[in-house]
């Protein structure tokens, strides 16, 4: 009996052996359709070491490295790359025909029933919701901005010094950063403040529900089962009641409640013909924002506007903390701006503008996040259908389409054809900014920074804020007080989750400063 007639009467091998025979065809397509793209063998056939590195928190690192082995294009699965090339990173977001990978954004929905200006994976919709969002981010229809921001750097100096300087007693820093970046978008977006700061707790668990909120996105991630989200009865339902819960629930259902009392409001001026207020939540609404899509922006901008500003503030402090070098030259800048007038005395506040000015602050800002970017997000996009053409080191690849390609914001950051092949890339410089005398390579090195906000439409529309606050805070924390780790062996616990760096425990000892004179 010959092999075709064997199968032939025993149908359920026949099928067994279509099936595997079909699984075989789909591997050496996969296999050889970036077979050109370097990276280990594996993971050209097995996405099951790119679902590891997810799951291990640490998956930024995990980039890093195959990026130092491998180059500035590295396979990571069979349909998917990472880039450490800021310029292809900007095509990709840039170029026509691209656009934003399903298996990440959807996973990162934490509504099932919508997107948001994040999630949102179609172009048009994308563009059409950003450009309602554009002008409430930019500051210009927030005429309370500046002063939102400060009064919440008051209530976090007030905190420390009446709390926790010269008192012998740890402080978490990296709770505390949190509470004042939640603070200051809670005031901005709504002007209604969640007031962690001044009760130096967080009673209803925001903060430890955004951690596992984003620890089980990136589980989902991992495991490909985002579509879970999209079933009703698999997700628990909160109690109307707001007192009988906390954590994200009543995050999000306090925010509910304010958005519908301000949305009420601003249409019952709207037909007196009086004047709202004038903040981001007014922007929003002027441009046609409304109803349960507001409410999701919303919630967006309080979780992710406060955890990535949290994240390079914890950085920031991190390293200059551990580096007297810089903490030096910083408090030596600082007091040299209030001494010569570019900056009020206490209990004075200074201005973004004037914080702007201080080269080697601006300097330290964007040193620290450069080698401790606050997103790490694999915010995947996808090739053009026809597939497209890109240039690596000289060299011109073709990328089929539908290919993801994932950005590796570290090893961007440490990217020696940016930087220099002599440069000290993992070395924490903020000197690099200020010395740097070629400007075609300093402008190359400004161009990577930017790129850790996006490009294109899709440039992070909280950058200006986020640039604002970082600015403010730092002259302040450092002209107010001296800061030491306590134990700078483990500085904090930390794992990076969906590309957010989750911290905590970040115990620090705090003693007022004398003001310059």
Known sequence: MDMITFLLLRPWLSIGAALVLGVLV????????????????????SGIPHAMALFSDDCHNWYTELHRKYGQLVVVSPTMVTTSSPDLWVRSNTYPGYKKSKWYYRGVRYDWRRDNVFTETSIEKHDARRLQMIRGYSGVENLTLEADIEACIVKFLSLIRSRYAGKRKSMDLAQKIHF??????????????????????????????????LKICNNQIALGTWWLNWIPFLNPKPDPNTDGNKGFYKMSMRNDSMVEAREKEFNEKKELGAVPRADMLTSFMNRGLAGADLKSEHTLQIVAGSDTTAGALRGLMLYVLTNQRVYKALQAEIDDAVVSGKAPRAPGIITAQQAKELKYLQAVIKESMRIFPPVNNQLSRDTPPGGD??????????????????????????????YGEDADVDVFRPERWLEETDETRL????????????SGRWLCLGKAIALREMGIVLFELFRNFDWTLDNPEKPWNHAVLIGLHSISDMWVHVEERAEPR
Do not use: W
Request: hydrophobic share 35%; glycine share 10%; net charge positive.
């Open 389 to 418: 053409t890109v240039t690596i080191d000289g060299q011109e690849v073709y990328l089929p389409g539908g290919t993801n390609i994932i950005p590796a914001f570290k090893a961007m950051h440490r990217n020696k054809s940016v």
């Open 443 to 454: 402008e190359a090195m400004r161009n990577a920074f930017n790129v850790g906000f996006g």
């Open 180 to 213: 004042f970046t939640l603070d200051v978008i809670s005031t901005i977006g709504f002007g209604k403040c969640y007031d962690l700061l001044n009760r130096d707790e967080d009673p209803d668990e925001y903060i430890d529900s955004i951690h596992k909120g």
């Open 26 to 45: 789909r591997r050496i397509q996969q296999f050889v359709r970036l077979r050109h793209v370097n990276g280990p063998l594996l993971y050209r056939v």
